[in-house]
């Protein structure tokens, strides 16, 4: 059974690093075309895609979020991380880590599984 | 970044009416395009991928269908699971991309 759980702080001041933990299992993250992405959905908003990440160590980030964020991978720990630096008021979301295949270099298949998401706070 | 426009932003229905919901890309995706159902306190679910495919488990009452720009999520005869926000996101290319959303309304 695939599964994704995220986790880290409840609450963040303004300015601090935000990091997040995704811990997967039922899947490798050494698999070649698997990958996790990390999406947002702030009170009463639209879903935002932040980054993802890929076996191979592709990268990928939001173009309005690129410079604040950053993701890495532990494939013998099973979890993705994602920093994002000089959190804001406006970053107070639910996030949610999503499994991800590529189709083709450029082109990616469905997010087939979805964390239950963490409520993230952002206020002084 | 390719932009996704989803329409209605809400919708009131009936159980047992038939609805519709669309999404536009701002540039052709193929059928890069697939719809997701959110309830509160629950996990996104996968409704449909590829444009038209149905993904395990999910009732065939929920169909997909279009290509290239115009994509449509219909539900037949609506059940009260169904009343919940139904998002769309292009998996074309980076950045990936959702629509702004439907909430279905009893």
């Known amino acids: 059974q695939v599964t994704l759980k995220e986790s880290g702080p409840v609450l963040v001041k303004p300015t601090e690093t935000l990091t997040l933990t995704c811990t997967v299992s039922?899947?490798?993250?050494?698999?070649?075309?698997?990958?996790v992405s990390w999406i947002r959905q702030p009170p009463g908003k639209a879903l935002e895609w932040l980054a993802h990440?890929?076996?191979?160590?592709?990268?990928s980030y939001s173009t309005s979020l690129k410079s604040r964020l950053t993701i890495s991978k532990d494939t013998s720990k099973s979890q993705v991380v994602l920093t994002m630096t000089n959190v804001d008021p406006v970053d107070t979301a639910t996030y949610y880590c999503?499994?991800?295949?590529?189709?083709?270099?450029?082109?990616?298949?469905?997010?087939?599984?979805w964390g239950q998401g963490t409520m993230v706070t952002v206020s002084s | 970044d390719i932009q996704m426009t989803q329409s209605p932003s809400s919708l009131s229905a009936y159980v047992g009416d038939r609805v519709t919901i669309t999404c536009r890309a701002s540039q052709t995706i193929s059928s890069f395009l697939n719809w997701y159902q959110l309830k509160p306190g629950n996990a996104p679910k996968l409704v449909i991928y590829a444009a038209s495919s149905l993904q395990t488990g999910v009732p065939s009452r929920f169909r997909g269908s279009g290509s290239g720009t115009d994509f449509t999520l219909t539900i037949s005869s609506l059940q009260p699971e169904d009343f919940a926000t139904y998002f769309c996101q292009q998996s074309y290319s980076t950045p990936i991309t959702f629509g702004q959303g439907t909430r279905l309304e009893i």
């Open positions: 990440i890929f076996s191979n160590d592709e990268k």
């Open positions: 999503a499994r991800i295949s590529q189709r083709t270099v450029t082109t990616y298949d469905a997010f087939d599984i």
């Open positions: 039922g899947f490798s993250l050494s698999n070649g075309r698997m990958g």
